[in-house]
């Protein structure tokens, strides 16, 4: 019974974006989407897989992480480096874009196991401030590299292009704080919407597993976690690499639907780090469901809200704490809770009055 109920609400979820992806379609074909809400279309699908991936390590794990925004910059720019520097190599852009998704997952899944490693020691807001400096750290860095390849392999550089050494048939691929130029854009919307419900097959299948209840378990309570024999350190080292690859991979989808990509604060900043967790918390903490309709009503919002410019703003902040208050105020909830239990019983009740 326990596993039919399961199944049916991973169901509703997969349907909620598929029927999503089919209205954006018939819109599109029958000429009502705008130029706008067209261009939104991939950002919803990055923002999306963000939401659901930090979900992982805040609802989840239990552990407040602010430096998602870094390991999506670092799977961004290996996607498009990877994408940039195979284009002699491989010239078919649908196999480079997959080999680009794969290897920003994997690096960015290898920077989130070096970096847990050390940091989920800590707890609360020390985990929080180390996580913020992560991001940042690697945004700078990035601003900083310059990468070159020509006949006799990649060259690196700290200091500019002209220190690189390139010869006759060099190519400066990665250009310090001018980021990346010429990615090809790859990135669709129905390729989103794919990585998308992949994003959620990986998470909700974890969630649900018995890693899954190890890693809410640890949540819920450390110490009794630890006395029954759970490997904390393993689990949370789990949660956080997959959380973090993920990310790589909103980044590879972020990267290929621009044509120019640098790490600026807009881009990869501590606002961005911030706007990811706001899905989160207003989604509800552990909330998969809840944080992917987040991701998407507050990046729509303010959208299209533009034209009011005066009270744009305002009306944005207004959806925010009323969103904050119906999932987080406890009245509200109670008062949810019954509601759900007044509709179930005035249906169970139905077939009796029937008989």
Same mark, same amino acid.
């Given at each position: 019974?326990?596993?039919?109920?399961?199944?049916?609400?991973?169901?509703?979820?997969?349907?909620?974006?598929?029927?999503?992806?089919?209205?954006?379609?018939?819109?599109?074909?029958?000429?009502?989407?705008?130029?706008?809400?067209?261009?939104?279309?991939?950002?919803?699908?990055?923002?999306?897989?963000?939401?659901?991936?930090?979900?992982?390590?805040?609802?989840?794990?239990?552990?407040?992480?602010?430096?998602?925004?870094?390991?999506?910059?670092?799977?961004?720019?290996?996607?498009?480096?990877?994408?940039?520097?195979?284009?002699?190599?491989?010239?078919?852009?649908?196999?480079?874009?997959?080999?680009?998704?794969?290897?920003?997952a994997a690096v960015a899944g290898l920077f989130g196991m070096l970096i847990g490693i050390p940091v989920l020691r800590l707890k609360g807001d020390y985990l929080?401030?180390?996580?913020?400096?992560?991001?940042?750290?690697?945004?700078?860095?990035?601003?900083?590299?310059?990468?070159?390849?020509?006949?006799?392999?990649?060259?690196?550089?700290?200091?500019?292009?002209?220190?690189?050494?390139?010869?006759?048939?060099?190519?400066?691929?990665?250009?310090?704080?001018?980021?990346?130029?010429?990615?090809?854009?790859?990135?669709?919307?129905?390729?989103?919407?794919?990585?998308?419900?992949?994003?959620?097959?990986?998470?909700?299948?974890?969630?649900?597993?018995?890693?899954?209840?190890?890693?809410?378990?640890?949540?819920?309570?450390?110490?009794?976690?630890?006395?029954?024999?759970?490997?904390?350190?393993?689990?949370?080292?789990?949660?956080?690499?997959?959380?973090?690859?993920?990310?790589?991979?909103?980044?590879v989808l972020y990267a290929h639907n621009l044509s120019t990509l640098a790490a600026s604060p807009k881009n990869f900043g501590y606002n961005m780090s911030i /706007?990811? %967790?706001?899905?989160?918390? &207003?989604? =509800? $903490?552990? +909330?998969? *469901?809840?944080?992917?309709? #987040?991701? @998407?009503? /507050?990046? %729509?919002?303010?959208?299209? &809200?533009? =034209? $009011?410019? +005066?009270? *744009?703003?305002?009306?944005? #902040?207004? @959806?925010?704490?009323?969103?904050?208050?119906?999932?987080?105020?406890?009245?509200?909830?109670?008062?949810?809770?019954?509601?759900?239990?007044?509709?179930?019983?005035?249906?169970?009740?139905?077939?009796?009055?029937?008989?």
């Amino acid at each position: 019974m326990k596993k039919n109920k399961l199944l049916i609400q991973n169901s509703i979820t997969y349907a909620i974006v598929i029927v999503f992806w089919l209205l954006m379609q018939g819109m599109a074909m029958t000429g009502h989407m705008t130029s706008l809400l067209k261009g939104l279309l991939v950002p919803l699908c990055t923002y999306t897989i963000l939401a659901i991936s930090l979900n992982l390590t805040v609802g989840i794990l239990g552990e407040l992480s602010l430096g998602h925004a870094g390991f999506m910059c670092v799977g961004a720019f290996a996607g498009a480096l990877v994408t940039n520097s195979m284009a002699d190599v491989i010239p078919g852009l649908g196999i480079r874009f997959f080999l680009a998704l794969l290897v920003g997952a994997a690096v960015a899944g290898l920077f989130g196991m070096l970096i847990g490693i050390p940091v989920l020691r800590l707890k609360g807001d020390y985990l929080a401030i180390v996580t913020l400096a992560f991001g940042e750290i690697i945004k700078n860095l990035i601003n900083a590299v310059f990468i070159g390849r020509d006949s006799s392999g990649f060259h690196f550089s700290i200091k500019d292009t002209s220190s690189l050494g390139l010869d006759e048939t060099g190519v400066v691929l990665i250009k310090g704080p001018q980021g990346i130029t010429g990615t090809p854009k790859a990135a669709t919307f129905t390729i989103g919407i794919i990585l998308v419900l992949i994003t959620l097959f990986i998470v909700l299948n974890l969630i649900h597993s018995r890693s899954g209840r190890a890693i809410m378990s640890i949540r819920d309570n450390r110490i009794a976690a630890e006395s029954i024999g759970i490997h904390i350190t393993k689990y949370k080292l789990m949660a956080f690499s997959i959380s973090a690859a993920l990310a790589g991979v909103a980044g590879v989808l972020y990267a290929h639907n621009l044509s120019t990509l640098a790490a600026s604060p807009k881009n990869f900043g501590y606002n961005m780090s911030i /706007l990811i %967790l706001v899905f989160v918390v &207003l989604g =509800g $903490l552990g +909330n998969i *469901r809840g944080s992917m309709i #987040a991701a @998407v009503i /507050l990046t %729509l919002l303010p959208e299209l &809200l533009r =034209g $009011l410019n +005066n009270y *744009r703003m305002l009306i944005y #902040a207004i @959806v925010l704490i009323v969103m904050m208050i119906f999932n987080s105020s406890p009245k509200v909830i109670e008062l949810r809770e019954v509601f759900m239990d007044s509709i179930k019983k005035n249906k169970n009740s139905k077939p009796k009055e029937a008989a």
